[in-house]
């Protein structure tokens, strides 16, 4: 530890500064009416991720609305806060950010300018995991921990010189930048492979070509060939003829598969948990059809094995069996040997199901989300259950369109599971190195290789 490192507090850096701490809008400030399709994004709780905003299912407010609450407009280099829940999630705004608002359920965190503290450094020293527990500590609340202005004011900060705060935060944010290209490439990839799969399997493009006397776009001749020329009356509309609708649990019979339920909570207690270990996928890890690991539990090898029977497969599909019940998140290479953790229903299609990502896709459309949401029972949580998922009804092309499908989409399949891989290992480089640095234990000129080998 250098002389020249001071312990401060988060309060005492916004008053040198000119910043400020301030509670969001409260409920009686901004209505559920007042929402609207379009308009300026509000970020909630639910949309502060891994040091940033979630633009995923994200509320907005008209302008009027934002112009009225102008005290909570965000600009560059804030900091949000959940007040209530996991009061340890915190975000950065970025500049494309600027002007959104802070919602309901958040505090603010403006630094103000200065030479006391850097606005990158200090959104990674209340990433460290001493600064989460502290949080959690010092949270009030009996049934739903919370924040205020004062618990946030009090968060301790060892504070370096500004010099060696801009050095940190610049190599710290080499490895986010990189984390946050990998995952924009997959979100690319993803709608590619969404967009295909619209085109042959929802719009019936293909068909619709050959109907017409148009030779179908995109695709070789023995492609085309695939596609039949017409459509034809079933309970799920038109569709290409031949093709079928059925039932999901009636194509997992088909194809050898099963449905089955996560482990109760009698197999797997919260005593069970560690902090390295098997991933168990949980309804919180699922996200745009993908096992996040932001905040992944983890069990140890030997109660993995106990639960053997709740091991994922490639190809499986892990469903969340309530709340969000329409979320699921497709099993590739990467997750096996992972488990499906309570709170989830596992689909396995078959061994000789040649599709998953098909499969994958038509049980996020539009069409079998909403079946979904429609038939789960519960009267205060939405949940479904084998029987309910076995029900979805699908449509079932020929195996040989199936199978030219998953070739043609493989690769980018392939691409986004290793994106995947390597934004993990860079995410776990970061959070080793974020403690050390931060505390002074590790001076940059030591981490200088490391970084060069994780970003090639």
């Not at 804030?78 to 999630?89: N, Q």
Request: with cysteine; proline share 5%.
């Amino acid at each position: 530890m250098s002389f020249d490192w001071t312990t401060t507090t988060l309060g005492q850096i916004c008053d040198a500064q000119g910043g400020a701490i301030q509670t969001g809008p409260f409920g009686s400030q901004l209505h559920t009416s007042d929402y609207t399709e379009t308009g300026i994004p509000v970020v909630m709780p639910t949309n502060i991720g891994d040091g940033g905003i979630v633009e995923d299912g994200i509320a907005r407010i008209a302008q009027a609305d934002v112009d009225r609450l102008s005290q909570h407009i965000l600009r560059l280099d804030d900091i949000v806060f959940s007040r209530r829940g996991d009061v340890t999630k915190n975000a950065l705004i970025r500049p494309h950010e600027v002007g959104w608002f802070c919602g309901t359920g958040c505090l603010k965190v403006r630094l103000g300018s200065g030479a006391v503290a850097d606005a990158k450094f200090i959104s990674h020293c209340l990433r460290l995991p001493e600064t989460k527990d502290w949080l959690i500590r010092h949270a009030v609340g009996a049934t739903m921990p919370n924040l205020n202005t004062g618990i946030l004011s009090a968060v301790p900060i060892f504070l370096p010189p500004l010099h060696v705060q801009l050095d940190i935060a610049a190599m710290l944010g080499a490895f986010d930048d990189r984390i946050t290209l990998l995952r924009e490439t997959n979100a690319t990839l993803e709608g590619i492979a969404q967009a295909l799969f619209k085109s042959w399997f929802v719009d019936f493009d293909p068909v619709r070509a050959k109907m017409e006397g148009r030779t179908p776009e995109g695709m070789d001749e023995a492609t085309a060939a695939l596609f039949p020329d017409g459509l034809e009356d079933s309970e799920l509309g038109l569709v290409p003829k031949g093709w079928q609708a059925v039932r999901l649990d009636d194509l997992c019979k088909r194809y050898g598969g099963s449905i089955q339920t996560g482990p109760f909570g009698s197999q797997l207690h919260a005593s069970d948990y560690v902090e390295t270990g098997i991933p168990v996928v949980m309804p919180k890890d699922i996200q745009n059809r993908r096992a996040m690991t932001d905040s992944i539990a983890r069990i140890g090898v030997a109660d993995a094995d106990r639960l053997s029977r709740h091991k994922v497969m490639a190809g499986d599909i892990v469903f969340s069996r309530r709340g969000d019940v329409e979320k699921h998140a497709l099993m590739t290479e990467r997750e096996v040997g992972w488990i499906c953790g309570t709170g989830c229903l596992l689909l396995r299609p078959g061994k000789a199901w040649p599709s998953a990502t098909f499969l994958s896709m038509t049980l996020d459309a539009p069409r079998a989300r909403v079946w979904l949401v429609q038939h789960a029972v519960g009267a205060t949580m939405p949940n479904i259950n084998t029987g309910i998922l076995g029900s979805v009804p699908v449509i079932l092309p020929s195996e040989a369109v199936l199978m030219v499908f998953e070739d043609v989409i493989a690769a980018c399949e392939l691409q986004r599971s290793h994106n995947a891989s390597t934004a993990e290992t860079l995410a776990t480089l970061r959070d080793t190195l974020l403690p050390r640095l931060i505390s002074g234990q590790l001076r940059l000129p030591q981490v200088h290789q490391e970084l060069e080998a994780a970003l090639p």
